[in-house]
């Protein structure tokens, strides 16, 4: 009775949870963005841009950004 206890333990709780744990992948990911700013004066644009590696819901990245105004 305990094998059998064992085994549907390991079948429930085991694999599931490894099974999930190999969908997160890291993988490259770029955000880029392109705006009109303005304020008392004209109105210019701006235009950023981040790099990075992104897992899961995580995102790590280093960016660069130029504002026209």
Do not use: C, R
């Amino acid at each position: 009775m305990k094998k059998y206890l064992f085994l549907i333990v390991i079948f429930v709780f085991i694999i599931p949870f490894s099974v999930f744990a190999q969908k997160n992948e890291i993988h490259f990911n770029s955000i880029n963005a392109f705006a009109a700013v303005g304020g008392q004066s004209e109105v210019n644009t701006a235009f950023q841009t981040v790099n990075g590696i992104q897992f899961s819901n995580w995102f790590t990245g280093i960016g660069v950004g130029v504002d026209n105004y």
